[in-house]
């Protein structure tokens, strides 16, 4: 049994805000304080002068899977001056921006994150995403699952039969141990394979007769039926685009009161003109995102600096391919989706990099609800996930805000209400946005807390006034009750678990699916699913 | 009892259903699979081998020892081969490579190292073999022979195969073959452009400038004629997908991977024009997953050495045939490989004086040297595992008959376990 004592508590969750409590910790759970006698046996932390929040829980990171593994193979130039040599007790690597597996994982324990969702992986590839996350020590991990440009459900939704799209949906999660239902830039991945991309949300998918909204909408309805814990989790079309804030809002109203979760919105929040202007439209989409309860974003905030860009958007990945004259992976997957990886960076004297920054700061403090915006740099697009302090300082810190605001293109400064927002996020807040928050969207009930019975990961930092030194090396990391991080070092190899659903669905459906397979794919039917031994460690998340 | 939807482990391709009949622990005949798979399945050895130390038979506890022993008795180790054993081997074999400071390197480094190096300088339009089966209408095949060593490319993926947009087959494509001999495979092709040997790279340049305009003042180039070179530009550029398969007469003849960064531009100037792809012909079964599994524990697909604690990756420095030629090591781990037969003579040489430990399921010519052999299951046949194919698509490997040997995978879980303590 571990007790923690006189640390300064924000547990969002259970209204816990900076108050001097006790937690307690026994079998990797979060239990009632013992009585005295049992007490006297259990080690103290003593956490004066620190601030103790439940671990964090990342809700959008690309850290492994094919794609990932692409990014680190065509760049050893990110690797040679970035690397970790092994100890006793935990591997090597290298890495920067792309980090081998081991790196990640420690890496995440090491700023006092305990879970972290892979946000993007075509089923098809779905085992080698597993194998890589047994590889990736130290956090609970689940895997969003490519769906958006996936031909069973385009077929479904033509032909009017989303019953049989819900029964492949339950399988398909199942299949590849998914957590969740990600589309990406729907019908136009799809178009893409034919050079071609989508522009609105009434687009025709070549070949299939179907439209971007008709894809949202139907997996947003499938989604419920399932009862999924998490939301659909949208990445929309016109990504990077100026105009793009305006499909954002269309999207949203799409939805039509369902649940979603709109990832990297900084990346669909552009005003302006398709090659002609470009300015934040943080304003016209921050409304939009206040006025529907139902949805719920992460930011995706640009850091300055280098970058990979990788997504299952296809036909982004090579505009961005052409408007820098980086080298290009694309690299499209039969009847499912694409994707593309190019390399970047961001750079504070180029004035659209700079309104780039700006608009996802305006986006964190102009949606108001803190418990439907979270952080995330969409690691490793936007920026690398170790980079969270910095943006954690920048939200909490209008001094240091107003200081880099000066630094970047004047031209980027001139349109922009950023000056004039003097929020500061507090502690209590920022726990919602890394933590509680995250946890609450993706339907995961035993963590973001620290309430009894929740999982006993904690992080503890020293309370310092400069918010990124704090936030950048945690005093201690608990994860199930045991000490991994200790003054921001991993002390030993902990492996954590995949989190996954399994829905049930009508086995009636395989012998359609045999079909599809047989027509469709490469692979057949009886070697595609993942099975529970890729995963030594699982835990199936119930759907309502 | 026939077991379906079995994964030949044999090539690339991965072929994924084979029906193999078993009776008594034995294969009795095999369904689907080519004249290679066939022969894997039939030939693969079931009877129970002792692991040999010094030239005697010994336990598996002293065979490990032994094995650990050299290990950490050299100061510079060698791990090589790991292109057909499963990936789950493979970690275990680089997690043994972190632990020792040793290098590690796969076949890749003499098949397709040189297509990695291109792709770290150009990117890699590419896609998954079903993408090529449902929409190619251009396939070329560029110093490549999948007719004799890629036996059924082209039932299941590339020529023949009849896709959603394809609905023909063969009908719906035109095969070009860029060859320096008239293969086999060039037999089956609508054109075919037989290059002077070692020109690759100056016939890729060529295209390149061709595609954007450049007017040539010469009438042939590598043993082509500028018109047919002029004519394969206008086809990539009207073609509706596009793909070039390309294989070891590219990445091994003339610029290497300099030829490589070349064809890997093209294609991607080309999607200005349509959708263009490449992708590189894996030979060994799981080759492609000795790339993915380096490059995700290290950020290497190869050639890589931890002599200083952490992954370096240098090709020509930490490649197995420069640092056996050059002497620099001292002991040699070799997985489900035969440098012995296949690496020049001056590394082979190398080889046979140091000592070195072999884990293959056959007796094959570098165990007749190695101090130390140990015998083990064959994944795919005798042992469950994963493979990934060309395309980087991950399968299942199944077990169809049972075998007495354990796996690369235990084996060396035992030699770790052995060297830690």
């Not at chain 2, 010094?54 to 050299?70: F, H, L, Y």
């Amino acid at each position: 049994m571990i007790g923690i004592i006189n640390g300064e508590v924000y547990d969002p969750q259970n209204g816990v805000n900076g108050q001097i409590c006790e937690i307690w910790v026994e079998n990797g759970k979060i239990v009632p304080p013992p009585d005295l006698e049992k007490r006297g046996g259990a080690q103290i932390i003593d956490a004066s002068g620190m601030v103790v929040m439940p671990g964090g829980v990342d809700i959008h990171s690309h850290i492994v899977g094919a794609k990932v593994n692409a990014g680190r193979k065509f760049r050893p130039e990110d690797h040679r001056d970035h690397v970790r040599s092994r100890t006793a007790y935990t591997r090597s690597g290298s890495g920067y921006t792309v980090p081998s597996t081991f790196l990640t994982g420690y890496g995440y324990a090491e700023l006092g994150y305990t879970t972290v969702m892979e946000a993007a992986t075509a089923p098809l590839t779905a085992r080698h995403t597993h194998e890589e996350l047994e590889d990736t020590p130290m956090v609970d991990k689940g895997v969003f699952i490519t769906m958006g440009n996936n031909h069973f459900i385009m077929n479904c939704i033509r032909t009017k039969q989303l019953e049989k799209a819900r029964h492949y949906v339950a399988w398909l999660l199942g299949a590849s141990k998914g957590y969740a239902i990600k589309i990406v830039n729907p019908g136009g991945v799809e178009n893409w394979k034919w050079g071609r991309n989508v522009s609105t949300l009434d687009d025709e998918v070549i070949g299939f007769g179907v439209t971007p909204r008709q894809i949202i909408t139907a997996l947003a309805w499938i989604n419920d039926e399932l009862g999924l814990p998490h939301t659909p989790h949208i990445h929309g079309i016109n990504l990077g685009q100026p105009g793009s804030a305006r499909t954002t809002v269309e999207t949203i109203k799409a939805l039509e009161g369902r649940r979603a979760h709109l990832c990297h919105l900084q990346f669909l929040s552009y005003g302006g003109e398709p090659g002609k202007s470009l300015r934040s439209g943080a304003l016209e989409v921050a409304r939009a995102v206040n006025e529907h309860p139902n949805i719920t974003v992460d930011i995706g905030q640009v850091v300055f600096g280098q970058v990979t860009t990788m997504t299952s958007d296809g036909p982004l990945q090579y505009r961005l391919h052409q408007l820098t004259g980086q080298k290009w992976i694309n690299d499209d997957v039969e009847g499912e989706t694409g994707g593309g990886i190019v390399p970047m960076e961001y750079k504070r004297r180029n004035w659209i990099n700079a309104i780039q920054w700006i608009t996802g700061l305006e986006l964190f403090l102009l949606i108001e609800d803190p418990w439907r915006v979270f952080l995330t740099t969409d690691h490793p697009n936007a920026g690398p996930f170790f980079c969270y302090p910095q943006v954690i300082k920048l939200l909490m810190d209008r001094d240091y805000r107003a200081e880099m605001l000066e630094k970047v293109h004047p031209r980027a400064r001139k349109r922009t209400v950023l000056a004039e927002l003097d929020r500061e996020y507090s502690l209590y807040e920022i726990a919602i946005i890394t933590r509680a928050g995250t946890a609450r969207a993706l339907g995961l009930k035993n963590k973001g807390h620290l309430g009894l019975g929740a999982d006993a990961d904690i992080a503890i930092y020293r309370k310092m006034d400069d918010k990124e030194a704090m936030f950048a090396r945690p005093y201690l990391v608990l994860k199930d009750g045991q000490i991994v991080v200790r003054d921001g070092q991993v002390l030993h190899e902990y492996q954590g678990r995949t989190l996954y659903v399994a829905p049930s669905y009508d086995p009636g459906v395989e012998s359609d699916l045999r079909t599809h397979f047989e027509e469709c794919y490469t692979v057949s039917f009886e070697n595609y699913p993942v099975a529970p031994d890729y995963l030594p460690r699982s835990e199936v998340v119930s759907c309502t | 009892m026939w077991i379906e939807n079995v994964v030949c482990p044999f090539c690339g391709c991965l072929c994924d259903d084979i029906a193999v009949e078993v009776e008594d622990n034995r294969i009795k005949s095999v369904k689907r699979a080519c004249s290679n798979g066939r022969s894997v399945f039939l030939h693969a050895p079931t009877e129970a081998r002792r692991p040999v130390v010094d030239g005697k038979e010994v336990d598996w506890p002293d065979a490990i020892d032994a094995a650990a022993r050299i290990l950490m008795k050299s100061a510079s180790p060698l791990i090589y081969g790991l292109s057909s054993t499963a990936s789950e081997a493979q970690r275990k074999a680089i997690a043994l490579a972190d632990l020792l400071g040793a290098s590690i390197d796969s076949t890749s480094s003499i098949c397709h190292g040189p297509t990695s190096i291109g792709i770290q300088s150009q990117g890699e339009p590419t896609c998954t073999l079903g993408e090529v089966k449902h929409r190619s209408d251009l396939v070329i095949f560029w110093g490549c022979n999948p007719v004799e060593a890629h036996m059924r490319h082209f039932a299941r993926y590339s020529v023949l195969a009849r896709g959603k947009f394809t609905p023909q087959g063969r009908k719906d494509r035109t095969v070009v073959v860029v060859d320096v001999r008239p293969t086999l495979t060039a037999r089956n092709a609508d054109i075919f452009l037989q290059l002077r040997p070692g020109s690759d790279y100056e016939v890729l340049i060529t295209l390149r400038a061709m595609l954007k305009g450049a007017r040539l003042d010469v009438a042939e180039v590598g043993g082509v004629s500028v018109a047919q070179l002029a004519d394969l530009v206008e086809r990539m550029k009207r073609c509706r997908f596009g793909v070039v398969f390309f294989g070891m007469g590219v990445t091994q003849t003339g610029g290497k991977h300099w030829s490589i960064a070349e064809l890997v531009a093209l294609a991607a100037e080309l999607n200005a024009h349509t959708r263009f792809n490449v992708m590189p012909m894996r030979g060994h079964g799981n080759v492609a997953g000795a790339d993915c599994t380096l490059t995700w524990q290290t950020g290497y697909p190869f050639a890589v050495n931890f002599a200083r604690g952490y992954p370096q990756y240098n090709p020509g420095e930490f490649t197995a045939v420069d640092l056996l030629a050059r002497q620099e090591v001292d002991a040699a781990l070799i997985i489900a490989s035969d440098p012995m037969a296949h690496l020049p003579r001056q590394a082979a040489e190398h080889l046979n004086r140091i000592p070195t430990i072999v884990l293959d399921p056959e007796m094959n010519l570098t165990a007749r040297v190695a101090r130390v052999v140990l015998p083990t299951a064959i994944y795919g046949i005798s042992a469950v595992g994963t493979a990934y194919r060309m395309d980087n698509i991950p399968l299942p490997l199944k077990k169809v008959v049972n075998s007495p040997q354990p796996t690369d995978e235990q084996v060396l879980d035992w030699i770790i376990e052995r060297v830690k303590t």
